[in-house]
């Protein structure tokens, strides 16, 4: 296992597993916050939120129980995803089976992939990640040795800030209970200009950052100007000389 994997993190969530594909379950902000996620990264990749995927090749890392991973196939991309935990990936191999998804999943770190396959990548999706890597930076690195010159970066986080904490921590795991308490550590949240910073310290140039909002009353996400809590956004690897 690479040295840039937080075991405790990794626990934390296969204690959660079993619930991935459960919609009312642990995972529920995932569910609910997809089509947002998913109908950005369309509209970036082709231009439309109604765009086809078909052809490009499309790495999710973190890929958990497959949520985003069975979205982007469903799409037309050609989807890798991958995970460090064997239980997690075990969840996700199973809704492939039982779906019929074209996705594929393997029991692999970023860096591992990276050194066997570098610059194999069209699109590589770091969503929800940044927050539970032990060095942001880092993983980072593995994500644009992976990506073709000219690929995409998708990236997805919370930002470190006293709504964040607030909403993300105090809301969702303590008041709301949506996520078990320790889920996320506010320490580890991530400002859109230290990521910048990582970013271009690893030759990839940050485009702008949409924000997330919820809607209680419809349990609806969107995309918006307000990147207080959750934000998202994409980075360009350039094109070689």
């Given at each position: 296992m690479g040295s840039n994997v937080d075991l405790d993190e990794i626990a934390k969530f296969e204690r959660m597993a079993h619930e991935w594909w459960d919609p009312a379950g642990k995972f529920r902000t995932l569910h609910e916050i997809n089509p947002a996620r998913v109908g950005y990264i369309k509209e970036i990749l082709t231009g439309s939120a109604q765009g086809d995927l078909a052809g490009i090749?499309?790495?999710?890392?973190?890929?958990?129980?497959?949520?985003?991973?069975?979205?982007?196939?469903?799409?037309g991309a050609n989807v890798v995803g991958i995970d460090r935990s064997e239980k997690i990936i075990g969840i996700a191999?199973?809704?492939?089976?039982?779906?019929?998804?074209?996705?594929?999943?393997?029991?692999?770190?970023?860096?591992?992939?990276?050194?066997?396959?570098?610059?194999?990548?069209?699109?590589v999706l770091a969503m929800e990640v940044l927050e539970h890597v032990p060095d942001m930076t880092a993983f980072l690195g593995d994500c644009a040795n992976?990506?073709?010159?000219?690929?995409?970066?998708?990236f997805a986080t919370l930002n470190r800030t006293p709504k964040s904490w607030l909403f993300a921590i105090m809301g969702a795991e303590y008041l709301l209970r949506w996520l078990p308490r320790g889920t996320h550590q506010f320490e580890?949240?991530?400002?859109?200009?230290?990521?910048?910073?990582?970013?271009?310290?690893?030759?990839?140039?940050?485009?702008?950052?949409?924000?997330l909002s919820y809607n209680p009353i419809n349990a609806t996400w969107r995309l918006s100007d307000d990147t207080q809590v959750n934000y998202l956004g994409h980075a360009l690897k350039p094109q070689q000389a």
């Open positions: 090749n499309l790495l999710d890392i973190g890929c958990g129980g497959g949520i985003l991973a069975e979205a982007m196939a469903d799409n191999t199973a809704h492939q089976a039982e779906s019929g998804s074209s996705a594929s999943y393997r029991m692999q770190s970023a860096a591992e992939l990276a050194e066997a396959q570098p610059a194999s990548f069209d699109v992976l990506l073709k010159p000219g690929g995409t970066l998708f580890k949240f991530v400002k859109p200009s230290e990521l910048r910073t990582a970013l271009q310290s690893n030759g990839l140039e940050m485009q702008a950052v949409r924000g």
